[in-house]
């Protein structure tokens, strides 16, 4: 059966739409909501869980998907993010790390 | 009872705001190109990049909904994409929350503009000065502003690198994403304990991957991670 689809540009309008709304909600909804309501520390210990969880939801499947060229480089990324701290170093590190794999038929 | 008094939001605030948001904005503007570059390698168009950077101004959210970008878009490829930003961006219901009592008092207007640019990295900078006795909301509205006029600045060129680049493949660039999300990783380490929740995510989403098609896995493990959050006790 094939999908009732937006056609371009519409649906991307509505996306960003939809995730500026959203978005916004969260951002919102804490300061207005917390007269009201009161954030328990199981929801705090959940809500302060979720960034990492996030991280590694994403790369790790992507990277599962990708193969070793991508353990390799996010390997690359983490280990001079931890010797510099610096974003773009890990970043460089992390691109020229795949590379390299992908050059030599990883 | 007496109406509590309203905090100062002065031009002074918005300036002190913006020059204690200057030793943080490099770091936003290479997270900003890094995205520019994914979203010219997923074919959006300039506008819809530049649009998006404006309008959600919170690169992790914006970040994973490019990994499940259509164009056509389908109802369900919406669906999942909404989800997928608001479960990203559900932490900041617990920065607006905490950062609640700097802003009682405030007119609508002023919360409003300060919540739409309220960032990870203004609200730390607001944190601290409320923590340290300052009352001016300026200051968080500064630092927004100028966080997000370098977000814009540094997503253009980034586009515009990852548009011209030949083979992106060969430079890894399909990878920038979990690139940029392995390197966040460092400084959101706070030792093995709270770390268990990451781990027992990873497991979820990797069985969801399994399982399920498209990228729900990353809905799946976050909520496992949130959940485990929940019910380990980390004090």
Redesign the interface.
């Known amino acids: 059966m094939p999908?009732?689809?937006?056609?371009?540009?519409y649906?991307?309008l509505?996306?960003?739409i939809?995730?500026?709304g959203?978005?916004?909600?969260?951002?919102?909804?804490?300061?207005?909501f917390?007269?009201r309501i009161t954030?328990g520390p199981?929801?705090?210990?959940?809500?302060?869980?979720?960034?990492?969880?996030?991280?590694?939801?994403?790369?790790?499947?992507?990277?599962?998907?990708?193969g070793s060229?991508?353990f390799i480089?996010?390997s690359a990324?983490?280990a001079?993010?931890?010797a510099t701290?610096m974003?773009?170093a890990?970043?460089a590190a992390?691109?020229?790390?795949?590379?390299l794999a992908?050059?030599i038929g990883l | 009872m007496s109406r509590p008094p309203r905090p100062a939001f002065t031009l002074a605030g918005i300036r002190l705001g913006a020059r204690l948001s200057l030793p943080l904005l490099p770091g936003a503007m290479v997270f900003a190109s890094a995205f520019g570059a994914a979203a010219a390698q997923k074919g959006l168009e300039l506008w819809q990049t530049m649009a998006f950077s404006a309008t959600v101004f919170a690169g992790a959210s914006q970040m994973v909904a490019l990994e499940v970008w259509q164009d056509p878009w389908t109802l369900t490829g919406l669906l999942i994409v909404t989800v997928l930003v608001a479960t990203v961006n559900a932490r900041m219901i617990l920065m607006g929350a905490a950062i609640q009592p700097y802003m009682v008092g405030a007119s609508r207007g002023q919360v409003a503009a300060v919540t739409f640019v309220l960032a990870d990295a203004n609200w730390l900078i607001g944190m601290r000065y409320h923590g340290e006795g300052g009352r001016d909301l300026g200051v968080v509205l500064g630092a927004g502003i100028a966080l997000w006029c370098g977000w814009l600045a540094a997503t253009l060129p980034g586009y515009l690198a990852g548009a011209v680049v030949p083979d992106p493949e060969r430079f890894g660039l399909d990878l920038v994403m979990p690139i940029f999300f392995a390197a966040m990783l460092v400084p959101m380490w706070k030792g093995f304990r709270p770390a268990i929740p990451w781990a027992v995510a990873g497991g979820a989403a990797l069985v969801a991957q399994a399982l399920i098609p498209g990228y729900a896995f990353i809905i799946v493990g976050a909520l496992a991670g949130a959940i485990a959050g929940a019910l380990i006790d980390d004090a």
Request: proline share 5%; net charge positive.
């Open positions: 999908e009732f689809t937006l056609a371009t540009p649906g991307t509505l996306a960003l939809a995730m500026a959203v978005t916004y909600l969260c951002r919102a909804s804490g300061v207005i917390m007269n954030i199981r929801l705090s210990r959940a809500l302060r869980a979720l960034p990492g969880s996030i991280v590694i939801a994403t790369i790790l499947p992507i990277a599962a998907q990708a060229p991508a480089g996010i990324a983490i001079v993010m931890i701290r974003e773009v890990a970043i992390g691109l020229l790390a795949i590379s992908r050059f």
